[in-house]
């Protein structure tokens, strides 16, 4: 399997849950990143991880917990969510770190829904 | 406002049409990101460019640096081509600013 995968595609979960998703990439990338995307807004980033080291947190809450094992896979673990965290969580991954002039490579995403 | 801004929203064309979708910045970059989202949500990254113009297949970018302003071409438009065209533009902490997006609907 090829580029960056994402699972699962779909997630309905409870607030009282605790799910997780995962990212991995085949691409021998050393950068990867979360993202969410909200109906009707800009892509947002979260979290970016360069050789496996937490580079930047934009303001997230707790509730969203990342987790980089290896450079090859990208978990977001999630726990007591809000209904205003449904959305469309993207990963990506880039060769290099920086975002300026790197290509980033995207996941399908998991369309996330909160009940 | 938006430091990163697109126009159209929206926008519906013909098969074989000439689309441009725009973009406006007001942060300083050294490189802009255009990137294609498709309705299953997988997004694609078209060009990243500092200077000038580049090209692949249909589709072209051009920006100008000193306006604070790029363009997104598509020669000979296709229904394939539908999708959500995003730009986007590094910040001067290095992360990309994001704009909401070009919707655009090319019907047969």
């Known amino acids: 399997e090829t580029g960056v995968t994402q699972t699962p595609r779909h997630l309905v979960m409870g607030m009282t849950n605790k799910k997780s998703l995962k990212c991995e990439q085949h691409?021998?990338?050393?950068?990867m990143y979360w993202y969410k995307q909200s109906a009707k807004k800009p892509l947002e980033l979260m979290f970016v991880y360069n050789f496996k080291e937490q580079t930047e947190n934009n303001s997230v809450p707790s509730r969203f917990s990342p987790e980089c094992p290896n450079s090859s896979h990208l978990f977001l673990h999630l726990h007591t969510l809000q209904p205003e965290d449904s959305a469309l969580y993207l990963c990506a991954s880039s060769l290099l770190p920086g975002l300026t002039y790197n290509e980033q490579f995207f996941g399908p995403g998991t369309r996330l829904t909160v009940l | 406002k938006n430091e990163v801004e697109q126009s159209p929203q929206n926008l519906t064309a013909q098969e074989g049409e000439f689309i441009t979708i725009n973009c406006s910045y007001s942060?300083?970059?050294?490189?802009l990101h255009w990137l294609q989202q498709h309705p299953g949500g997988g997004i694609v990254s078209l060009f990243m460019l500092s200077s000038g113009k580049k090209k692949h297949g249909r589709l072209i970018a051009t920006i100008n640096i000193q306006e604070k302003h790029s363009s997104l071409h598509i020669t000979a438009s296709h229904p394939r081509d539908s999708a959500v065209y995003i730009c986007a533009a590094p910040s001067n902490t290095d992360k990309l600013i994001f704009g909401t997006g070009t919707r655009l609907q090319v019907f047969p």
């Open positions: 942060v300083g970059i050294s490189a």
């Open positions: 691409l021998g990338h050393n950068a």
